[in-house]
Nanobody
Framework: QRQLVESGGVSVQAGGSLTLSCSLN????????MAWFRQSPGNEREGVAA?????DTLYADSVKGRFAISLDRDILYLQMSSLEHEDTAMYYC????????????????????WGQGTQVTVSS
């Protein structure tokens, strides 16, 4: 059974660092797109970082230079540094079999597969 399982969400102080992981159990595609999204109470789910099998990456302006997305075998990572209170949210990983390009990499409508999320809380 295919599953996306996020982990690594904790409470951290502003300025700190954190790495989230997403296990891609059962997902084996030659062409793929993967992304991290986040959602805080009262807000829309927004794309944070994404990559595809061609090596393209895309970051939201709010996290550029602070977050880094990477894939190691079947685990998707999101390395976060210089965390701010505004980064507090539930973080979700998402997967699509097939390559998404350009700004669509951060569009939630392109991703049919989602994990349950992991909570990140940044205290100021």
């Amino acid at each position: 059974q295919r599953q996306l399982v996020e982990s690594g969400g904790v409470s951290v102080q502003a300025g700190g660092s954190l790495t989230l992981s997403c296990s891609l159990n059962g997902y084996t595609y030659k062409a793929y797109s993967m992304a991290w999204f986040r959602q805080s109470p009262g807000n829309e789910r927004e794309g944070v970082a994404a990559l595809n099998n061609e090596g393209d990456t895309l970051y939201a302006d709010s996290v550029k230079g602070r977050f880094a997305i990477s894939l190691d075998r079947d685990i998707l990572y999101l390395q976060m540094s210089s965390l701010e209170h505004e980064d507090t949210a539930m973080y979700y990983c998402a997967f699509r079999g097939g390559r998404v390009i350009g700004s669509s990499l951060l569009s939630r409508s392109w991703y049919p597969n989602w994990g349950q999320g992991t909570q990140v809380t940044v205290s100021s």
